[in-house]
């Protein structure tokens, strides 16, 4: 789920980008020198996850774990996202150069959302930590597709198609990564619980 | 009656010229056919003529045959360097080793930097 070069108009690819920079000023400042490590490997496992190809009928999809980072990472996980996708468009040529700041939008705002609804979900009695991971991640991805398609529908009527496509292609997509991020957070539970409990 | 017989040798030697003039311009058809317009102009007997035209027909088909081999070669060779370009395209283990690596280390270095102002700034209060 990656925008390529040309395919937004000059007004969106510029606007993105800005919204991203802003963001990602307002993450660094608010960085600490001990959350280094986390995001090191959160980016990493994000930067990693788009190689995991996992076959879904005659095609086959990859993970995209914002759900994953941004509930590990809370609010930095915009950060996090943005670098694993600098990295994926210049190693991998995912994705262009000049549509960095959408891609960074689209995947950085379902991660922080996704930490905030692992927060609001995982808070109540009724879920669990891995029920409310899951759902996060789920939705986490759902969101990210659906801000393709506004996207993708704001480049013009050409794209209404392809934005259809992308959402209904992201629903198994979504499902699947439910069940990683329910699985991890179960794991870091038991393992490490700070590594989840400790996002501020 | 010299005269005569004067005049019997030029139409004779006129006719001659117009026999040849006619054979260099109109070549055998048939062979413009099968080979097209850029054909060597000859001027041979009609029995040699019709064995060179049927020799010539023959290798044309034969030059054809091949070519569509050759066509069908060509396009199964394009095939299969798309197909390993694609393949080539894949990001591979090196990519990935590469891409984990730089972000270890650039966190590493912004750790070191962020670390170390943040010390400095303690001992200073």
Redesign the interface.
């Known amino acids: 789920m990656h925008i390529s070069d040309g395919v937004l108009p000059p007004a969106v690819t510029i606007g993105t980008a800005l919204v991203s920079g802003v963001i990602i000023m307002l993450s660094i400042r608010r ?1 600490h ?1 001990e959350e ?2 986390k ?2 490997v959160m ?2 496992a994000f ?2 996850a788009s ?1 995991v190809h996992v076959p879904v009928g005659p095609t086959s999809v990859h993970l995209l774990l914002p759900g994953l980072v941004g509930i590990v990472l809370g609010p930095l996980s915009f950060l996090a996202v943005t ?2 996708l600098v ?2 468009c210049f ?3 995912f994705g262009g150069i000049t549509a960095l700041g959408a891609n960074s939008l689209m995947m950085g705002v379902p991660a922080v959302f996704s930490g905030i609804l692992f927060r609001s979900l995982s808070g109540r009695r009724v879920f669990r930590a891995p029920i409310s991971a899951g759902v996060a991640g789920a939705v986490g991805v759902i969101f990210a597709a659906i801000i393709l398609a506004v996207l993708l529908t704001l480049s013009g009527k050409y794209f209404w198609g392809v934005a259809k496509i992308a959402v209904v292609a992201h629903i198994p997509v979504a499902v699947i990564e439910g069940f990683v991020s329910a699985f991890t957070v179960s794991f870091f539970q038991r393992v490490k619980p700070e590594l989840i409990n400790g996002v501020t | 009656m010299k005269m005569w017989k004067r005049v019997g040798w030029y139409i004779t030697l006129m006719i001659l010229v117009i026999v040849c003039w006619v054979g260099i311009c109109f070549p055998d058809k048939n062979v413009e056919k099968i080979i097209g317009s850029d054909v060597e102009e000859h001027t041979f007997s009609n029995a040699h003529h019709d064995e060179l035209s049927g020799t010539c027909a023959e290798l044309v088909i034969e030059f054809r045959k091949q070519n569509e081999l050759m066509k069908r070669d060509i396009h199964q060779m394009k095939r299969e360097i798309v197909m390993l370009r694609q393949q080539m ?1 894949k ?1 591979n283990i090196k ?2 080793i ?3 690596g ?3 280390g ?3 270095v ?2 070191y930097v ?2 170390r102002a ?1 010390i400095n700034k303690n001992n200073r209060r």
């Open positions: 960085l020198y280094y490590p995001i090191a980016t990493a930067f990693v190689l670098l694993g990295l994926q190693l991998f040529q | 395209e990001p990519d990935l590469a891409g984990v730089f972000i270890f650039l966190f590493g912004g750790y962020h670390a943040s």
